[in-house]
């Protein structure tokens, strides 16, 4: 009967393939992710090399969306933090011109959706959309936009 022995080549070897296999995507989907902010934060008019440095992206981040720096001691609170980083999300998608579903995107997607909002036809509006009456945004009233799916009849006036 043989004793397993962890330090034999076999195992090593299986256990290097495995690192590979989980290390090489996760770099990939995290360079992706990094050069998407990168042209984010470009487009906002800060310096996108900001989105490499730990602690400094997310104070740039709340400067694009218009949030106070001391936000920061909110991201160290745990559970909080994640109520306030979806927060932060959904502003930086509104200071696209977005809607809701884009911060979905950006939550469960990011490394394909920051690509999209750096590299996209987005136009960066100011701090959470500041700018969007300026560029035409009429956010929908249901009081006057509201239009009858079911009824095929214009309203008489």
């Not at 160290?76 to 509104?94: A, H, Q, R, V, Y």
């Amino acid at each position: 009967m043989q004793n397993y022995d962890p330090s034999s080549a076999p195992s090593s070897a299986a256990l290097a393939a495995m690192f590979g296999a989980f290390l090489i995507p996760s770099l990939i989907v995290g360079i992706i992710s990094i050069i998407g902010m990168w042209k984010v934060f470009e487009k906002a008019g800060k310096p996108g090399w900001a989105a490499i440095i730990p602690i400094y992206n997310v104070i740039v981040l709340l400067e694009i969306v218009g949030k106070p720096v001391w936000w920061i001691i909110l991201f160290l609170i745990p559970c909080i933090n994640i109520i306030f980083g979806i927060w932060t999300l959904n502003l930086l998608s509104k200071s696209f011109g977005q809607s809701e579903g884009f911060t979905v995107g950006l939550i469960l997607l990011g490394f394909v959706f920051y690509p999209l909002l750096g590299f996209g036809n987005y136009q960066y509006l100011g701090p959470a959309g500041a700018g969007a009456g300026a560029v035409g945004f009429k956010p929908f009233d249901p009081s006057k936009d509201y239009k009858d799916p079911f009824n095929t009849n214009p309203p008489q006036s």
